[in-house]
Each structure stands twice: as C-alpha cells, then as structure tokens.
C-alpha cells in the first residue's frame, strides 16, 4: 500500500519522466493502453513535453520513499498557432498532470496540482487551463480545487482555474 511521498520543483532531466506522465495521462481508461511511442510521436501529445524545459515551463515531480518519481504536474505556454487540448488564449498556462496508477486515489495528484496552482499564481498567472477527456475519475479532483468547465470538445472538456 503506497504511503508517503515528497514533492520538488521539475528539472531539466525530468522531459523523460513527464513523457512517461503524459502516455499515463492519455491511458487513463483502465484497457486502454496506447504504446509509449505511439503517444509520444502524436503531435497532441509530444507538445506537452518536446524541448522540455523552455522558459515558462514548470513543474512538480511526486517521489517515493525510495526517490522514485510517481507523479508529475506541470505547465506549458503553447501559442496560439499550435495549441494543446486545453488551450484558451494567449498567456494562459496548460496544466499536464499525470500519476502512476498504484499511486492514484492516494493525495499524490492533488499535492501536485495545488502546488503548481500556487506557482502558477506566484508568477502572476491570472488562469490555469486543463483539458480532460469526459469520464476520467480525474475530473472531481479538478472541480474539488476550483476548476470548472468553460468549454466542452468532442470527447473532452476545457476546465480553468481562476488563481486571483
């Protein structure tokens, strides 16, 4: 049974990690598991992590006792011109979060999301978006920590936190 955790700011060596985060994100439906290189060379996805870090990236890895990263929460500034699932304008970050699955239903995603909410407001963002597809179990943590639907997709909706 998964216990305690830590939690430390994201570094630049953890792009291989995030993409593990990003294929567990996209296989969240029990069965549906996508392959890893599947997921990652889809331009929807890789976006999420490709040249990881740049500036404006951020993010929190989730660590085991034994220093194993578990969780991973993390935002992005995507233009415009190619936007993630959660886009909703210029200057608005895109929240990515991902949990090992022994590790979900445990705080880990929760800790992660509100530790990068309050970064996100440290820096002085206004908003934090999120993309989620209809029927992840993920959806009432998000509305649990302020986010709310603003736009429904096909298959997903669009959810924003107001940070102030």
Avoid at 65 to 70: L, R, S, T, V
Wanted: glycine fraction near 12%; charged fraction near 20%; hydrophobic fraction near 35%.
């Amino acid at each position: 049974m998964p216990s305690s955790f830590e939690i430390r700011p994201a570094r630049q060596s953890d792009g291989a990690f995030l993409g593990d985060m990003v294929v567990e994100a996209a296989n969240w439906r029990s069965g549906g598991a996508r392959p890893r290189h599947q997921v990652l060379t889809s331009p929807e996805h890789s976006r999420y992590v490709s040249g990881w870090m740049r500036p404006g990236d951020a993010g929190y890895v989730a660590l085991d006792p034994h220093g194993e990263p578990i969780g991973a929460a993390w935002y992005r500034m995507l233009p415009r011109s190619d936007p993630g699932f959660g886009y909703i304008g210029t200057g608005v970050p895109e929240l990515i979060i991902g949990v090992r699955p022994i590790w979900r239903a445990h705080g880990v995603g929760r800790a992660l999301l509100q530790r990068l909410c309050d970064h996100a407001r440290a820096q002085g963002y206004a908003r934090l978006s999120l993309s989620v597809e209809r029927g992840n179990f993920a959806v009432t943590l998000y509305r649990s920590e302020g986010f709310a639907v603003t736009q429904s997709g096909f298959g997903r909706d669009t959810m924003v936190k107001r940070l102030r």
